[in-house]
């Protein structure tokens, strides 16, 4: 079996052991380390994917080799990178997302902005926490 294949089995492994447990602390270290190996791969696919299942997992271990990878070649593996980080919510990772910001990317740029968004904690909600702006409304006659 090729090393791309395994390393694609591995995160296909931990992918489904992730969906199957909602606390990241179940998830063995050595799957972690794994997958963080995986954003190394030289296939994009395989880094990408396991970009997807450490956001997953949301294990604090995997911020570093995240932040790493935001310096990949392939756009599509940065924005994983990005949106994983976002998803652990890891303050660490603030230097490397403010600088995605400036990435030649516009997605890139967007899921920066996003994953900084989740990690100051407005996480994409309403961005006016007054549901009814109007202080003094009139009643509506029907």
Do not use: H
């Amino acid at each position: 079996m090729p090393t791309s294949a395994k390393i694609l089995a591995v995160v296909v492994l931990a992918s489904t052991f992730v969906c199957s447990r909602a606390d990241a602390q179940t998830v063995p270290a050595a799957t972690v380390a794994a997958l963080a190996d995986a954003l190394k791969d030289s296939d994009a696919d395989v880094r990408r994917q396991a970009a997807w299942a450490l956001g997953r997992i949301r294990s604090e271990q995997s911020v570093d080799p995240l932040i790493a990878a935001l310096r990949d070649s392939d756009q599509e593996v940065r924005k994983q990178a990005i949106w994983a980080i976002g998803r652990i919510r890891s303050p660490k990772a603030v230097d490397a997302l403010t600088a995605a910001l400036k990435d030649s990317n516009i997605e890139v740029r967007r899921s920066a902005a996003q994953a900084l968004a989740q990690i100051y904690g407005s996480g994409g909600g309403n961005p006016n926490p007054n549901p009814n702006p109007n202080p003094n409304p009139r009643p509506r006659p029907f």
